[in-house]
């Protein structure tokens, strides 16, 4: 089965562009003031507006609050959530859109429990693990640890770039494979040229 690409982190609409040419699957959107990848709504709602049909657009949350999240599905008619705080599974399943829950992979933790935990999520994102940062670290952790016959569930990030993207769907053969800082210029800004190269990393993982 092929690997879906998600983008992460767009916020100018020439990005978005660059990446759904270059054959991205979905677009990620952060909703999170403290992160050098915060948008506004109305600046995310453009965005969205100008996507073909059949490009994911996903809300990236941090322990938001019920406000905050219904204004974004009212203003922006996204598709899927990402939670990437503490957010129960019933927070994460009460909003009316289907969602992703993010887990930081520090050492010791079950996957295979929080796989049943989060049995209403499309899918896990896990990423690497840093005390105090809820995600978008830039660092990649030991994708031995996580369990082959969970790997249709996984949605992998982490210190993903198009120099390891290859290896990385190689070994974990992931449902999905998310990056954000991987194919930037700058924080925020990213290069089409490293979407390209990180996309076709991705096709030569899968052959």
Known sequence: MRTRIKICG?????????????????????????SPRHLEVDQAAAIIRSLPPFVTSVALFVNADRE??????RE?????????????????????RPWIKAVRMKDGIDLEKVARDHAGARALLLDAYRPGVPGGTGEAFNWGRIPAELAGR?????????????????????????VSGGV????????????QRFIRGVQLGEQ
């Open 76 to 96: 922006t008619g996204i598709d899927l959530l990402q939670f990437h705080g503490n957010e129960c599974p019933e927070y994460c399943a009460e909003h009316g």
């Open 68 to 73: 905050t999240i219904a204004e974004v599905i």
């Open 10 to 34: 767009i916020t100018r609409a020439e990005d978005a562009q660059a990446a759904v040419r270059a054959g991205a699957d979905a677009l990620g959107f952060v909703f999170y003031p403290p």
């Open 154 to 178: 996984i949605v992998l990030a982490g210190g993903l770039t198009p120099d390891n993207v290859t290896e990385a769907v190689r070994q974990v053969r992931p449902y999905a494979v998310d």
């Open 184 to 195: 930037e210029a700058e924080k925020g800004i990213k290069d089409a040229d490293r979407i």
